[in-house]
């Protein structure tokens, strides 16, 4: 196993949060979250020249997301996941759960809508359309369909960590890089049409999406109580621990176990309770039409029931 693309990886003196959150930044994501939070930034400013309104709350959420991106891509915890299972765990719950969560309540598509430059001319196709285009291709219906992302976000786990595909990845910087980008585009691509905040080739009921939502998570909780179960290590490359970290293998991945376990519940909640306030709000709007409705047509249906009535006195007489 090669960790010498890792600088002091295999030296790395027992973990502590303190040792943990130190900065060590992986220069691919360093790029990459503040390119993201400067082109959110820019949509934002233009929208706000335009004399547009953006929602603080989904800037900051956004914001907020591509920290917790960078918190486990660009301190020490990077370092310590090539070789302690249970800080890997962490990386991997945070990347695949809680980032592409808080990423999509800050509507980064809808942004991008609002605030990307049409076609100048007529039957041209600007930065907008394309984008258009995109959403509605065949390509994004399938990989957004949820016959696609739930065996996709189920296969994530046991098709990598059960299979010598990990190990492999795991033995290079750039195999770890792309498994990171993996966790997240899958988390991303999971839950985007159970959010349903930005637009997408899928918009299914809220009733269906929490279907979605509890479909996927067992699976994440049978996981880590298979990694607590196993009597002896299951994945290579955390068999041998580095001596300085003074930890136990076994001892490590049952933690592990403990916090894909555990982390199964976080994104349930924080989901179900983003759903519960849509589904309020969607509901509030529905009634405000309705009365407006009424209103417009100066309650029309009130009076045709209330001479319905009278005509049946009538014949009743």
């Known amino acids: 196993m090669d960790h010498s693309g890792h600088g002091m990886t295999m030296d790395l003196p027992p973990f502590t949060l303190g040792r943990g959150l130190e900065w060590s930044a992986d220069p691919f994501f360093l790029i990459a979250c503040l390119a993201g939070i400067g082109l959110y930034g820019w949509g934002v400013v233009r929208l706000a020249r335009?004399?547009?309104?953006?929602?603080?709350?989904?800037?900051?959420?956004?914001?907020?997301?591509?920290?917790?991106?960078?918190?486990?891509?660009?301190?020490?915890?990077?370092?310590?996941?090539?070789?302690?299972?249970?800080?890997?765990?962490?990386?991997?719950?945070?990347?695949?759960?809680?980032?592409?969560?808080?990423?999509?309540?800050?509507?980064?598509?809808?942004?991008?809508?609002?605030?990307?430059?049409?076609?100048?001319?007529?039957?041209?196709k600007?930065?907008?359309?394309?984008?258009?285009?995109f959403l509605h291709s065949r390509f994004m219906r399938i990989v957004t369909h949820p016959a696609f992302t739930i065996p996709l976000f189920i296969a994530s786990l046991y098709g990598l960590y059960f299979s010598p595909i990990f190990d492999f990845l795991m033995g290079?910087?750039?195999?770890?890089?792309?498994?990171?980008?993996h966790f997240l585009a899958v988390g991303l691509v999971f839950f985007w049409p159970i959010m349903g905040v930005d637009p997408?080739?899928?918009?299914?009921?809220?009733?269906?999406?929490?279907?979605?939502?509890?479909?996927?998570?067992p699976f994440h909780a049978f996981f880590g109580i298979a990694l607590m179960m196993a009597s002896g290590p299951m994945v290579e490359t955390y068999e041998n621990p580095?001596?300085?970290?003074?930890?136990?293998?076994l001892a490590d991945q049952t933690a592990a176990g403990g916090i894909a376990w555990a982390f199964s519940e976080i994104p349930s909640v924080l989901v179900l309770i983003a759903l519960l306030f849509?589904?309020?709000?969607?509901?509030?709007?529905?009634?405000?039409?309705?009365?407006?409705?009424?209103?417009?047509?100066?309650?029309?249906?009130?009076?045709?029931?209330?001479?319905y009535l009278a005509s049946l006195d009538a014949r009743g007489r």
């Open 50 to 124: 335009r004399g547009d309104k953006w929602s603080v709350g989904r800037t900051a959420s956004f914001v907020v997301g591509v920290l917790t991106v960078m918190l486990v891509m660009c301190t020490r915890l990077n370092d310590y996941g090539m070789v302690m299972f249970s800080v890997h765990m962490v990386q991997h719950m945070v990347i695949s759960m809680l980032s592409p969560i808080l990423i999509l309540l800050g509507a980064p598509i809808t942004l991008a809508l609002r605030a990307l430059p049409v076609a100048s001319r007529r039957g041209g």
């Open 126 to 133: 600007g930065p907008r359309e394309l984008l258009l285009m």
């Open 172 to 181: 290079s910087k750039v195999g770890h890089t792309a498994m990171m980008c």
């Open 200 to 217: 997408g080739p899928h918009r299914p009921g809220y009733l269906m999406r929490m279907l979605e939502l509890f479909a996927g998570m």
């Open 242 to 249: 580095p001596a300085s970290l003074g930890i136990d293998a």
């Open 278 to 307: 849509q589904w309020h709000a969607s509901e509030s709007r529905q009634a405000r039409r309705a009365d407006r409705a009424a209103d417009r047509d100066g309650d029309k249906e009130l009076e045709a029931y209330n001479a």
